[in-house]
């Protein structure tokens, strides 16, 4: 319940991530990893892509800016990193919105 807690929603929900019932966004992996006090990846212990997930995230590291936009969130403190995800994830919801209105 303090895991619960620390992170902002209720104890079912963390019942749901460890049951993989719901999947964990990587925002709230990184609170988690956080509150606990260990890396991101400790959490991801025995974690292989399948091949098509690797193949996207190849295909997204290649994008322009990709690179130089991961090293620089790479620089950015933990505590702040959720709320640069935030800030990408608007814009990018915005630019769906704006495409969209454009096809119209």
């Known amino acids: 319940m303090e895991l619960a807690a620390a992170i902002g ?5 963390i019942q749901k991530y460890e049951s993989s019932a719901d999947r ?8 988690i990893a956080r509150v606990l006090g260990v ?3 400790d959490l991801l ?5 399948s091949r098509k997930e690797q193949a996207k995230f190849d295909r997204m590291v290649r994008l322009a800016g990709a ?15 959720e709320e640069i995800v935030r800030i990408a994830e608007r814009a990018a919801a915005r630019h769906c919105v704006m495409a ?3 096809t119209s």
């Open 9 to 13: 929603v209720n104890f079912q929900q």
């Open 24 to 31: 964990v966004s990587t925002g709230r992996l990184s609170q």
């Open 39 to 41: 890396a991101v990846t």
């Open 45 to 49: 212990d025995g974690y292989a892509p």
């Open 67 to 81: 690179r130089e936009l991961l090293k620089a969130f790479a620089k950015i403190p933990v505590d702040r990193r």
């Open 100 to 102: 969209l209105q454009e």
